[in-house]
């Protein structure tokens, strides 16, 4: 998306089998709601980050090779922007949406809080006194989207908002790592991380 924020209503346009396979999980869920009444709700979550994060994801991997001084790969020239929300955040709104939520309905959850992906690179280095020259730009992936949005009015409704800024969830989350490298090392082992 451009412009503007996807809400829930908005039709589902899929750009990769990996977002297709998501948009039939979603179409799938809603169809067993309006055949058999099966109580679901769906929630559809922006980029999540924070502790106990599996190391292939954008901001473990930038943060695990920035302690090891090796280069940081971001995709393009880095504009790309994503959603960012903090992981206990969106781990309230789907308890809320579980509890308080309409059966049958679908929920975005997001931080507000859009990042050009080179700027979250530049201030994980910056938390961990790395010098921004491990920045290094490769190849995008096909079919990989500019720019995720979430509109959150509706489950505002329900009486949610994110607590934590983007900057707050990160420095949390990139301490997390420094200190907790017992539980990212061990899964590291044959993959291409480092």
Same mark, same amino acid.
């Given at each position: 998306?451009?412009?503007? $924020?996807?809400?829930?209503?908005?039709?589902? @346009?899929?750009?990769?089998?990996?977002?297709?396979?998501?948009?039939?999980?979603?179409?799938?869920?809603?169809?067993? *709601?309006?055949?058999?009444?099966?109580?679901?709700?769906?929630?559809?979550? $922006?980029?999540?980050?924070?502790?106990?994060?599996?190391?292939?994801?954008?901001?473990?991997?930038?943060?695990?090779?920035?302690?090891?001084?090796?280069?940081?790969?971001?995709?393009?020239?880095?504009? @790309?922007?994503?959603?960012?929300?903090?992981?206990?955040? @969106?781990? %309230?709104?789907?308890?809320?949406?579980?509890?308080?939520?309409?059966?049958?309905?679908? *929920? @975005?959850?997001?931080?507000?809080?859009?990042?050009? &992906?080179?700027?979250?690179?530049?201030?994980?280095?910056?938390?961990? &006194?790395?010098?921004?020259?491990?920045?290094? +730009?490769?190849?995008?992936?096909?079919?990989?989207? +500019?720019? *995720?949005?979430?509109?959150?009015?509706?489950?505002?409704?329900?009486?949610?908002?994110?607590? +934590?800024? +983007?900057?707050?969830?990160?420095?949390?989350?990139? %301490?997390?790592?420094?200190?907790?490298?017992?539980?990212?090392?061990?899964?590291?082992?044959?993959? &291409?991380?480092?």
């Amino acid at each position: 998306i451009s412009d503007g $924020s996807f809400s829930e209503d908005d039709v589902l @346009n899929p750009s990769s089998p990996y977002s297709a396979s998501k948009a039939g999980a979603d179409l799938l869920t809603i169809a067993y *709601y309006k055949t058999y009444g099966l109580d679901t709700v769906i929630t559809r979550s $922006s980029n999540n980050y924070g502790p106990y994060q599996y190391p292939e994801k954008l901001i473990p991997v930038l943060i695990i090779r920035a302690l090891h001084d090796k280069p940081l790969p971001i995709y393009g020239d880095g504009s @790309n922007i994503r959603d960012w929300i903090y992981v206990m955040d @969106n781990c %309230e709104a789907i308890d809320l949406v579980r509890r308080k939520g309409r059966k049958g309905e679908i *929920y @975005n959850i997001a931080g507000n809080e859009e990042r050009r &992906n080179i700027d979250v690179a530049k201030l994980i280095l910056k938390y961990l &006194n790395k010098p921004e020259s491990l920045i290094n +730009f490769v190849k995008d992936r096909p079919g990989h989207d +500019f720019r *995720y949005s979430l509109n959150i009015d509706k489950i505002k409704s329900l009486g949610w908002k994110p607590e +934590f800024t +983007f900057e707050e969830g990160l420095k949390r989350t990139v %301490e997390w790592y420094v200190n907790n490298k017992w539980w990212w090392e061990k899964l590291l082992g044959g993959e &291409n991380v480092l």
